[in-house]
C-alpha cells in the first residue's frame, strides 16, 4: 500500500482563494470521495481491485491576531482557501489487501473522535450540524462508506436491502415529550446488540423460509402501530428540550448475506468488528431504531439491533422485541401487552427540590476521561456450581451483588489502585416499582436511575466478599420514593450534556449493568429462540454487564468484562483463582 501527497508538477498560484456568496452558502464540512476502481456503483472507500482513492481536504490559512489563531478566514473574517499545494492525498491499495482490524478499528475511533475539528478546518469553524428533523436522506459520509466497502470486500458481509419499515396503521403524529431520565441519556447515542439464531434439523427439513423477510417486515410494521416512537426521530438542536418527533418516518431495515457461520462466532465476545458486521449504520443520528438481518452461510441468522437510549432502556426494548417477535410468529393470535407512552409521570417539580443525601448515594454524572491504552472486552462464566459457592461465601446474598463484589475486589487488585485511594461501583436501578405512585408494567421509556456504593480500597481488596456484598444490598434498600423523585430533579436542572459520552471511566469506578432476570432470549419470529446474545460492541473500560447463561454454558451467570488490555490478564487469573478458591 502506498499513501503520499500529489503535487502539481508545474508552479501554481499560492494564494488565498476568495469564496463567493454561492460557495459559502453550500453545507459545511463536506468532502468528496471517489473510487476509480470496480463495483464503484456508489463512491467507495476499499475495494479487492487496484484502485486510487482521493481526498480532498482545503488546508485553511492560520493568521495569528494576538494570541488567538483564526482558521480558514481571510483578514476580514470571511472563509478561503489556501492554495498552498499540499491538498490532495492520493491512496494506492493494492488487490491483496489485507487490513489489521484493531489498527484500522483504533483509526477510525480516533477519527471519529477528532471529526469535528478535522472537518472545522475546511470551513474554518466547527462542522455545522443540519436539523434532525429534515425529512430527505442526507449524504452518505466517509464512514458510512468505508463501514459498507469493509463489510462488502473484507469481511464477506453484503448488503442486499436498505429500506425503512412505516407502521402498519395511521399513529399519532407529534412530538413525544421525554423525561429528566430519558433526556439524561440523550448524549449516549445507540445501543448495538446482537442475536445468532441457529437453523436446527429440523426448520432444516420444514418447506419453510427460515426468517422470511417479507414476514419480518409485516410484523415489524404491525408492532410498530403501539410502538410509534420507534419510527419517529430524535429531535435535539440545542435550543429546545429534546423529543421525540413521531412523524412515522420508519425504522431502519437492512438485509444482508454473509460467507460466516454461527460457529465463528462460539467465542462471542463485542468487538467494534461485530458491531460492523452485524448491526446497520445509523445515518442520520436522529433515526431511534435499526435492524440488520444477516443470512449466514450455515443457515442460521445474525439479528442486529440498535436503539437510541434516549428512548427507551433495556426493559422496554425487550418489550418491543417480544411483541414484533410474536406478530411474526403467531400472527392475529398474537397477545399484546401495550405500552404506556406517558412520560409526564416522571415529571420533574416545580421547582425543583434536591435531597441533600442524593450526591452521596446516586451517580449524577458519567464522569468519562480519556483512554490510557487499548481497551480490551472479555466474557467469564461463572457456573452454577461456582455461583452457588460465590453466594454462600457472601453470606446468601443476591447473585448480582456476590458477583459484583467479585468483580470489585479482581478490579481493585488488577490495577493495583492505592490502598487509601477511594473506589465506587455504581449500578443502574429500574425504579418502576419504587416510585410512588408505581409505574405502569409496560412504562415504556428510561426509568433508570444509578446509585452509587464507595468504599475504601483497602477495605475492598483485604476485607471479606460478605461485607463488599452486604455493603451494595445495603444500599439497594435505602432510598425512598422522596430520594427518587430528587435525582428526577437534579437531572431536570442538569439537562443534557452536549459533550458525546466517549472516554473510560477512571480506574477507581467501576460500573455494573444488571440484565438478569430480563427476558432478552424470548424473541422468537417462530423458527426458535436465539442461541446466544450479546451486545455489538462495548467500548468503556470499567463498564460490566452481568446476564443469565445459555443452556451452552450450563446456566450459571455471564459476565462481560471491558478493561484495559494491560489489566485485563491479571483481572481474569484473579477472577478464576478467587472462583476456584470458593469451591474448595
Not at 499560492?14 to 473510487?35: K, N, V
Not at 463501514?147 to 470486500?153: P, R, W
Not at 435550543?239 to 418516518?249: G, H, L, Q, W
Request: aromatic share 8%.
Amino acid at each position: 500500500m502506498e499513501s503520499c501527497f500529489v503535487m502539481p508538477h508545474e508552479d501554481t498560484p499560492r494564494q488565498g482563494l476568495w469564496l463567493s456568496p454561492l460557495d459559502i452558502f453550500l453545507p459545511t464540512g463536506r468532502c468528496q470521495c471517489r473510487s476509480l476502481g470496480r463495483k464503484a456503483k456508489a463512491p467507495v472507500v476499499f475495494s479487492t481491485s487496484w484502485q486510487a482513492v482521493s481526498v480532498y481536504f482545503s488546508r485553511p490559512i492560520e493568521n495569528q491576531s494576538g494570541t488567538e489563531w483564526t482558521k480558514g478566514v481571510d483578514s476580514n473574517g470571511r472563509p478561503d482557501i489556501d492554495c498552498n499545494v499540499e491538498d490532495t492525498f492520493f491512496i494506492v491499495v493494492p488487490s491483496k489487501l489485507t487490513v489489521d482490524r484493531d489498527a484500522f478499528s483504533h483509526l477510525k475511533a480516533e477519527t471519529e473522535r477528532h471529526r469535528h475539528r478535522l472537518l472545522g478546518k475546511v470551513t474554518g469553524g466547527e462542522a455545522a450540524e443540519q436539523p434532525t428533523t429534515a425529512r430527505r436522506r442526507r449524504p452518505a459520509s466517509i464512514f458510512l462508506l468505508m463501514d459498507k466497502a469493509l463489510k462488502s470486500e473484507i469481511e464477506g458481509v453484503e448488503e442486499i436491502e436498505s429500506c425503512f419499515i412505516a407502521p402498519s396503521e395511521d399513529t399519532p403524529r407529534q412530538g413525544l415529550w421525554l423525561s429528566p431520565l430519558d433526556i439524561v441519556l440523550a448524549n449516549r447515542g445507540h445501543t448495538p446488540n446482537v442475536y445468532f439464531y441457529r437453523r436446527d434439523v429440523v426448520a432444516a427439513s420444514a418447506n419453510t423460509d427460515f426468517f422470511e423477510v417479507g414476514r419480518i417486515k409485516e410484523a415489524m410494521a404491525k408492532a410498530l402501530v403501539a410502538f410509534y416512537p420507534l419510527a419517529g426521530r430524535l429531535h435535539v438542536d440545542g435550543s429546545s428540550r429534546p423529543k421525540i418527533e413521531c412523524n412515522a418516518e420508519g425504522a431502519l431495515f437492512v438485509v444482508a448475506r454473509s460467507e460466516l457461520t454461527v460457529n465463528d462466532f462460539s467465542d462471542l465476545k463485542p468487538s467494534p468488528e461485530l458491531r460492523r458486521l452485524f448491526v446497520p449504520r445509523i445515518e442520520p443520528v436522529s433515526i431511534v431504531l435499526g435492524i440488520q438481518v444477516t443470512f449466514l452461510s450455515c443457515g442460521g441468522v445474525a439479528l442486529g439491533t440498535v436503539l437510541h437510549h434516549a428512548a427507551i432502556d433495556a426493559l422496554s426494548a425487550c418489550h418491543f422485541l417480544q411483541t414484533w417477535s410474536s406478530f411474526c410468529r403467531d400472527g392475529e393470535a398474537a397477545v399484546v401487552d401495550l405500552p404506556c407512552h406517558d412520560r409526564t409521570l416522571l415529571r420533574a417539580r416545580s421547582p425543583p427540590v434536591v435531597h441533600p443525601d442524593v450526591h452521596s448515594m446516586f451517580s449524577l454524572k458519567l464522569n468519562l476521561c480519556e483512554p490510557s491504552g487499548p481497551i480490551s472486552t472479555k466474557i467469564f462464566t461463572i457456573s452454577v456450581h461456582q455461583l452457588a459457592a460465590l453466594k454462600q461465601i457472601c453470606g446468601g446474598m443476591s447473585t448480582f451483588c456476590a458477583v459484583s463484589a467479585l468483580v470489585w475486589q479482581c478490579m481493585c487488585v488488577a490495577r493495583q489502585l492505592p490502598l487509601d485511594a477511594e473506589t465506587c461501583v455504581t449500578f443502574p436501578v429500574n425504579i418502576r416499582r419504587r416510585v410512588t405512585p408505581p409505574l405502569p408494567d409496560r412504562y415504556f421509556g428510561n426509568a433508570l436511575v444509578i446509585m452509587k456504593v464507595a468504599s475504601m480500597v483497602r477495605d475492598v481488596v483485604l476485607g471479606m466478599l460478605a461485607a463488599s456484598a452486604a455493603q451494595i444490598k445495603s444500599t439497594l434498600g435505602r432510598f425512598d420514593a422522596e430520594l427518587l423523585q430528587s435525582v428526577i430533579d437534579y437531572n431536570e436542572i442538569a439537562g443534557m450534556s452536549n459533550k458525546p459520552a466517549k472516554g473510560n471511566l477512571p480506574d477507581t469506578e467501576l460500573r455494573m449493568i444488571g440484565w438478569l432476570g430480563m427476558p432478552v432470549y424470548d424473541v422468537d419470529f417462530g423458527w426458535g429462540k436465539p442461541e446466544v446474545m450479546s451486545r455489538a460492541e462495548s467500548v468503556r473500560s470499567g463498564f460490566v454487564y452481568m446476564m443469565d447463561g445459555t443452556d451452552n454454558d450450563g446456566g450459571g451467570v455471564r459476565v462481560l468484562m471491558c478493561m484495559e488490555a494491560r489489566k485485563m490478564e491479571e483481572f481474569e487469573r484473579l477472577q478464576y483463582f478467587l472462583m476456584d478458591k470458593a469451591l474448595k
